[in-house]
């Protein structure tokens, strides 16, 4: 079983900069993708950036130039740089780890954390 768990969202104003981490434990041998995602109320969770395990990146459009992912692969953590933030950005950010194998050699399913608020005020 693998759990993932968020933390750094808050509240910020308009310009302001948050950093969010998230931690996946668990007997787990490595994670091919992690991303971050968010969510706000009555639309569809979309995603907001995301580091494979070789370094590829992908970004939103809407936050290229303004967030920055990482990761540590030895310690199974991600974090979300986000800086320049609009109230825009608003939402419930939830970390997502893929294509997650144990040291079974099993690979584990779909993974989310609890998801962090995020709040930015204009």
């Known amino acids: 079983q693998v759990q993932l768990v968020e933390s750094g969202g808050g509240w910020v104003q308009a310009g302001g900069s948050l950093r969010l981490s998230c931690a996946v434990s668990g007997s787990i041998f490595s994670i091919n993708t992690m991303r971050w995602y968010r969510q706000v109320p009555g639309k569809q969770r979309e995603l907001v950036a995301g580091?494979?395990?070789?370094?590829?990146?992908n970004y939103a459009d809407s936050v290229k130039g303004r967030f920055i992912i990482s990761r540590d692969n030895a310690k199974n953590t991600v974090e979300l740089q986000m800086n320049s933030l609009k109230p825009e950005d608003t939402g419930v950010y939830y970390c997502?780890?893929?294509?997650?194998?144990?040291?079974?050699?099993?690979?584990?399913?779909?993974?989310w954390g609890q998801g962090t608020q995020v709040t930015v005020s204009s």
């Open positions: 997502y780890a893929g294509g997650v194998k144990g040291y079974s050699g099993s690979y584990y399913g779909v993974n």
């Open positions: 580091l494979t395990s070789g370094g590829v990146t």
